[in-house]
Nanobody
Framework: QMQLVESGGDLVQPGGSLRLSCAAS????????IGWFRQAPGKEREGVSC????????NYADSIEGRFTISRDSAKNTMYLQMNSLKPEDTAVYYC??????????????????????WGQGTQVTVSS
């Protein structure tokens, strides 16, 4: 049983911060390239950030502009997305994901949704005054 469960989404004001968590069960998350994606109402799911299994590569969407940081904790089998300076445009359901195949690098600048096969249920982030 392989599961990812997101938490930490909330309603915050513009300029605020949130830390999203994604707890994995049934598999060692640190063996996979992992990523965060988001989907706003009426829009396609898009990549936010990813990190390679060994942590040597990270990628962020251009729209992030240095505001977010992806990380993981092997001991807790959990991944995180620290989000600062949040904007209304960041409002979306945020999903964590792990890639399909251990041997295939998936964390690329394109943040390709198709490279990731294990998904959580999402957590809502709303940025509004």
């Amino acid at each position: 049983q392989m599961q990812l469960v997101e938490s930490g989404g909330d309603l915050v004001q513009p300029g605020g911060s949130l830390r999203l968590s994604c707890a994995a069960s049934g598999f060692p998350l640190d063996f996979y390239d992992i990523g965060w994606f988001r989907q706003a109402p009426g829009k396609e799911r898009e990549g936010v950030s990813c990190i390679s299994s060994r942590g040597q590569i990270t990628n962020y969407a251009d729209s992030i502009e240095g505001r977010f940081t992806i990380s993981r904790d092997s001991a807790k089998n959990t991944m995180y997305l620290q989000m600062n300076s949040l904007k209304p445009e960041d409002t979306a359901v945020y999903y964590c994901a792990a890639d399909w195949v251990l041997a295939t690098p998936s964390c690329t600048a394109e943040l390709d949704v198709g490279r990731f096969g294990y998904w959580g249920q999402g957590t809502q982030v709303t940025v509004s005054s």
